[in-house]
T-cell receptor
């Protein structure tokens, strides 16, 4: 089955700096890669996603890049704000199969 | 369109009792996923169901755990003879698409405490 690894597990940045979280996957059949944000005690919520036929996608301060050859994808948050502090999960999915989640990155934005 | 609903939000059970967790997917969603999350840990896949069918239960323990998604009504995750190690947050998610074709929407979770 698919194996998704996520790094780093914790990340602290100063407000206004950028944050980058990286994930790798093992199965080339994976074709959909969402990123979820989970605030303490809340449900995970989708913040951005990318499909395997696209290399990059951007939504305001958030961007995701995908390298199919190397089987890795990354989340980029620019101009970080304290409200960006949360746990972020990457995931990869194989059609008709389950979603495989990374182990999460706890991001702290220091005011 | 109401979001994914889960109930109860909090559930306390003594060791040996049964726990029933309910998940009502969003309207029009026929795909349901259950996950378990321990404190400060990631989301562990348990089971993927489509109406009346179990598609993938590879993440579910072989004993004491079962799941269903009947033609009518919510999806149910059932844990028999609960033990302390079952204490966790259980999230369900639903999607109108098969896996790989779009996002899944998460419910608020059920926090199970086994005393």
């Amino acid at each position: 089955g698919e194996n998704v690894e996520q790094h780093p597990s914790t990340l602290s940045v100063q407000e206004g700096d950028s944050a980058v979280i990286k994930c790798t996957y093992s199965d080339s059949a994976s074709n959909y890669f969402p990123w979820y944000k989970q605030e303490l005690g809340k449900r995970p919520q989708l913040i951005i996603d990318i499909r395997s036929n696209v290399g990059e996608k951007k939504d305001q301060r958030i961007a995701v890049t995908l390298n199919k050859t190397a089987k890795h994808f990354s989340l980029h948050i620019t101009e970080t704000q304290p409200e960006d502090s949360a746990v972020y999960f990457c995931a990869a999915s194989i059609p008709g199969n389950q979603f495989y989640f990374g182990t999460g990155t706890s991001l702290t934005v220091i005011p | 369109n109401a979001g994914v609903m889960q109930n109860p939000r909090h559930l306390v059970r003594r060791r040996g009792q049964e726990a029933r967790l309910r998940c009502s997917p969003m309207k029009g969603h026929s795909h349901v996923y259950w996950y378990r999350q321990l404190p400060e840990e990631g989301l562990k896949f348990m089971v993927y169901l489509q109406k009346e069918n179990i598609i993938d239960e590879s993440g579910m323990p072989k004993e004491r755990f079962s799941a269903e998604f009947p033609k009518e009504g919510p999806s149910i995750l059932r844990i028999q003879q609960v033990v302390r190690g079952d204490s966790a947050a259980y999230f369900c998610a639903s999607s109108p698409h098969p896996t790989g074709e779009g996002e899944q929407y998460f419910g608020p979770g059920t926090r199970l405490t086994v005393t």
